[in-house]
T-cell receptor
């Protein structure tokens, strides 16, 4: 069965420090991958996506993610975290060419930023 | 501005009452989705629709119903059969053959 695992429920980093949020997926077909961010009480905003091509993708707000097929991972990174990055982050996977367009979401990683 | 609107943002109901959550999009997207979000659970798919007048059950459809009479609108009814309806509900849409989904701001439903 398809699944997405975000191993870290909660991460705290200092402002200005680097960040890496982990995402592992289990998917039989060729996946496409996403990272979303959610502020408390709000909807989800798309940070970046990977469909094909260059395995390092750039997104909004200075985020990037790297697709590693051999490790079934799609980790999200940011070189220097800002206090406004405090939020919950969700990794999602879907199927390229799939008929339904459904995405499977991880359970999220909550990011706290220390001043 | 194009986007997805959900109303109301907060909704309170008594147990045993049906309640309908609104979702409207002006992105001209074919596909629309309803998710339920509970703390620590991520997003769980309730219903989705790829085209007008057609929809499919997701993973947790029991106690919910939907309609898709217009491309722009995909209302969700939480019925009295839903055992634990208090949650945050998110609506999303996408171009049918693309994976990225765009989300509305959500409706927080509290049933007492």
């Amino acid at each position: 069965a398809q699944s997405v695992t975000q191993p870290d429920i909660h991460i705290t980093v200092s402002e200005g420090a680097s960040l890496e949020l982990r995402c592992n997926y289990s998917y039989g077909a060729t996946p496409y991958l996403f990272w979303y961010v959610q502020s408390p009480g709000q909807g989800l905003q798309l940070l970046l996506k990977y469909f094909s091509g260059d395995t390092l993708v750039q997104g909004i707000k200075g985020f990037e993610a790297e697709f590693k097929r051999s490790q079934s991972s799609f980790n999200l990174r940011k070189p220097s975290v800002h206090w406004s990055d405090a939020a919950e982050y969700f990794c999602a996977v879907g199927e390229i060419g799939g008929s339904q367009g459904n995405l499977i979401f991880g359970k999220g990683t909550k990011l706290s930023v220390k001043p | 501005d194009g986007g997805i609107t959900q109303s109301p943002k907060y909704l309170f109901r008594k147990e045993g009452q049906n309640v309908t959550l609104s979702c409207e999009q002006n992105l001209n997207h074919d596909a629309m989705y309803w998710y339920r979000q509970d703390p620590g659970q991520g997003l769980r798919l309730i219903y989705y629709s790829q085209i007008v007048n057609d929809f499919q059950k997701g993973d947790i459809a029991e106690g919910y119903s939907v309609s898709r009479e217009k491309k722009e609108s995909f209302p969700l009814t939480v019925t009295s059969a839903q055992k634990n309806p208090t949650a945050f509900y998110l609506c999303a849409s996408s171009i049918a053959d693309r994976g990225e989904q765009y989300f509305g701001p959500g409706t927080r439903l509290t049933v007492t």
